[in-house]
């Protein structure tokens, strides 16, 4: 699967080594669950994961 997900902040990153939103390279291959997030500043999601970005983000990540 080319989509990983950062273990700091739970963006999805595709086909890279790092992730675009806090250069953490520390990607998982085992996550689950999808959010799209539009606007962070009005997302009870986005507020509960810690998000500050909008994207595509994992609900869970191990
Ligand atoms: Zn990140």
Known sequence: MAEKACR?????V???SECPV???NDLSDSW???V???DPED????DKIGIS?????AVRVK
């Open 53 to 57: 970005t909008p994207g595509r983000y």
């Open 14 to 16: 595709e086909d890279e």
């Open 32 to 34: 689950s669950g999808l």
């Open 22 to 24: 806090c250069r953490n």
């Open 8 to 12: 700091d902040c739970n963006r999805i």
């Open 36 to 38: 799209v997030i539009y």
């Open 43 to 46: 997302s009870e999601i986005a």
